[in-house]
């Protein structure tokens, strides 16, 4: 898996990104993020039942990415078709605002997040800052749901550019700076 530090590949994928007749999909590719943060984040198949439950408090929250200035984009290795039938399907589903990527078997390798056996992507967020570097990666098992309010807060810390203690929130003091010479 990507890890901090490292430059987040350019892509070129289509998404889902509406259920109206004749607007369903788009291409996203790199350079529609340059200058964002971007909070990518995977789920492993679509018609399943952690995997809505993640991707609806996401988009409660793009909001409070967007006044971040992140944006945020999910997707799984199954197609955009898949992503639409599903959306359509979903009630909750078919409210969300934001795109669901069909992240290509190919692209999922590349970023590390495909599981090794059921070849679907894993329960991964990665945050990419607005000069395409990986500043936080994190993968779950596929049968645990991520913590939404935790990225928000990772997000948070990192763009305070400070050292932030465990459990730091947004309106905590940051650690000295006498203690940042020997982190």
């Known amino acids: 898996m990507l890890v901090p530090g490292s430059k987040f590949p350019d ?11 004749g607007k369903e999909f788009a291409t996203v590719a790199t350079q529609d993020f340059a ?19 993640e991707i609806v408090e996401f988009d409660k929250k793009a909001k409070d990415f967007a006044d971040r200035g ?30 669901l990527v069909h992240i290509t078997p190919m692209f999922a390798a590349q970023i590390g997040i495909l599981h090794p056996e059921a070849q679907v992507a894993l329960r991964a967020t990665i ?13 779950n098992d596929l049968s645990v749901g991520r913590n939404v309010n935790e990225v928000l807060r990772v997000l948070d810390g990192l763009q305070t550019e400070e050292l932030c ?19």
């Open 70 to 99: 992140a944006v945020v984009l999910g997707g799984s290795t199954d197609n955009e078709f898949s992503h639409l039938a599903w959306r359509q399907s979903h009630a909750d589903l078919a409210k969300i605002s934001h795109k």
């Open 165 to 183: 203690a465990c459990d730091w929130k947004k309106g905590d003091e940051t650690l000295s700076a006498k203690l940042k010479k020997s982190a």
């Open 11 to 21: 892509f070129k994928l289509t998404a889902c990104v509406s259920i109206d007749k």
């Open 35 to 53: 200058g964002k943060w971007l909070v990518f984040y995977s789920y492993p198949k679509d018609f399943t039942f952690v995997c809505p439950t």
């Open 127 to 139: 945050i990419v800052d607005p000069t395409g570097v990986v500043r936080y990666a994190t993968a």
